[in-house]
């Protein structure tokens, strides 16, 4: 799955943990410089939840690699999908600084035969699909001790 560097997705049960990241408002800037400085990896996108904010990137140069990928770090237009060429760094996560996460990903191809949403679509489409939920609810009248008054809730 995984070499030691990298970060390995853990199963409990049917549902896998998220590491341990470091988000990009906390880095310093001499763990930025050195990021910036580091080489640049090509690979693919294994997994991208856009929901959850997280996925991995399969290493093209170590395919049994996965790399932690966190939303912060896309540094693109597009929501990744699975399938999408990309380039990345690598920067070690603190605090053990024994897992691998990839920052400043870029999308160099995006997968054949799947859509792709922009950020902006994405935002759009959550908003659309709350405004659905929502109109979809239903009021149900509350037996009151008092029959001159009438409660009115909203249910979900």
Same mark, same amino acid.
Request: net charge negative; charged share 30%.
């Given at each position: 799955?995984? %070499?030691? $560097?990298?970060?390995?997705l853990h199963?409990d049960?049917?549902?896998?943990?998220v &590491?341990?990241?470091? &988000?990009?408002r906390?880095?310093t800037?001499?763990?930025?410089?050195? #990021?910036?400085? $580091?080489?640049?990896? %090509?690979? *693919?996108?294994?997994?991208?939840?856009?929901?959850k904010?997280y996925?991995? =990137?399969?290493p093209?140069?170590?395919?049994?690699?996965?790399i932690? #990928?966190?939303v912060s770090d896309?540094?693109?237009?597009? =929501? !990744?999908?699975?399938?999408?060429i #990309?380039?990345?760094? *690598?920067m070690l996560?603190? !605090? *053990?600084?024994?897992k691998t996460?990839? =920052?400043?990903? *870029?999308?160099l191809?995006?997968?054949?035969?799947v859509k792709?949403e922009s950020?902006?679509?994405?935002?759009?489409?959550?908003?659309?699909?709350r405004? =659905?939920s929502? $109109?979809?609810s239903?009021?149900?009248? %509350?037996?009151?001790?008092?029959?001159?008054?009438?409660?009115?809730?909203h249910?979900d």
């Amino acid at each position: 799955m995984s %070499q030691s $560097s990298g970060s390995q997705l853990h199963h409990d049960a049917d549902h896998a943990t998220v &590491p341990n990241f470091f &988000p990009k408002r906390e880095r310093t800037l001499s763990q930025c410089e050195r #990021v910036l400085q $580091s080489p640049s990896y %090509q690979g *693919k996108i294994h997994e991208f939840c856009r929901e959850k904010g997280y996925g991995y =990137v399969q290493p093209k140069d170590n395919q049994s690699e996965l790399i932690f #990928v966190h939303v912060s770090d896309i540094d693109d237009d597009y =929501v !990744p999908t699975k399938g999408d060429i #990309v380039t990345f760094k *690598k920067m070690l996560m603190p !605090p *053990k600084n024994e897992k691998t996460m990839a =920052v400043h990903i *870029k999308l160099l191809r995006l997968a054949d035969g799947v859509k792709h949403e922009s950020w902006e679509e994405a935002v759009e489409h959550d908003l659309e699909h709350r405004r =659905v939920s929502r $109109s979809n609810s239903h009021t149900l009248p %509350q037996e009151s001790t008092n029959d001159s008054e009438h409660i009115v809730t909203h249910i979900d």
